[in-house]
């Protein structure tokens, strides 16, 4: 772990249009979380992420995952890179692909996820982009929301840090909701980091207890 002093160094794993990554940026910038983001990684080499990390000067990494033999091999690639920017947090911000049981475990309890849902209802594998708002409006649930939890071994699983909910409307489309729900993912994600930096997060008999007094 690095010296925390300036706060925490924070690497981001994207694959899209990090707009997330980008509430996280300015969070930093304004002082909002005590810490900065030191590395941003993509699978995707045309991930618009990139270029909101370069424009805040942020090392941008595309890391081809076809230049690994497995998954294995790939999340060894890019935890090597996260070690060697001393990263305290992992933050994936719409982030594509599953790492290794052998990642997870090297960062235990310091990499998190969002979620456009709340979980632990709408996760797991197909669950991502607007595969999530189209089963949310099919199944008639009137509330939907977001989730930031930390990452274990399973998909869309592990120790739930933050949730929101959004009104599910009866005149929905999967982009109007998916649009309301990112709002509040720009909220809760950077406010889960600033806990996770202030050191307010414990996670007991698996569930994350928000430490409120002295210690
Ligand atoms: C968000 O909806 C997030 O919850 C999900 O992927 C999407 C990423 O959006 N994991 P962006 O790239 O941060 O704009």
């Known amino acids: 772990m690095s010296d925390t002093g300036k ?7 994207v694959s899209g249009g990090g707009t997330n990554l980008q509430a996280i940026i300015d969070s930093c910038e304004s002082g909002y979380i005590p810490g ?15 270029e909101r ?3 805040h000067n942020i090392p941008a990494l595309f890391i081809n995952p076809k230049d690994y033999k497995n998954l294995d091999e790939y999340s060894e690639k890019i935890s090597e890179e ?5 990263v305290d947090l992992v933050c994936l911000a719409g982030f594509l ?5 052998e990642f997870v475990r090297k960062f235990k309890n310091r ?33 939907t929301g977001c989730t930031v939890h930390f990452v274990d071994e399973e998909y869309d699983h592990g120790p739930i840090i933050l949730q929101k909910a959004v009104e599910v409307k009866d005149d929905d489309t999967p982009e109007k909701l998916a649009e309301r729900v990112l709002k ?3 909220k809760i994600y950077p406010e889960a980091i600033k806990l996770f930096a202030e050191k307010k997060l414990e996670i007991i008999d698996g569930k994350v207890v928000k430490k409120t007094g002295r210690t």
């Open 7 to 13: 706060g925490i160094k924070i690497g981001v794993l």
């Open 97 to 101: 692909l599953k790492l290794s049981p």
């Open 36 to 50: 900065r983001v030191v590395v941003v990684i993509s699978n995707r080499k045309d991930a618009y992420a990139l």
């Open 82 to 86: 996260l070690i060697k920017k001393e």
């Open 184 to 186: 509040e993912e720009h």
């Open 111 to 143: 990499i998190m996820n969002i979620h456009p849902a709340l979980l632990p209802s709408f996760g797991g594998p197909g669950m991502y982009g607007h595969h999530v708002h189209e089963a949310v409006i099919k199944s008639g649930v009137k509330i």
């Open 53 to 55: 990390a370069k424009k």
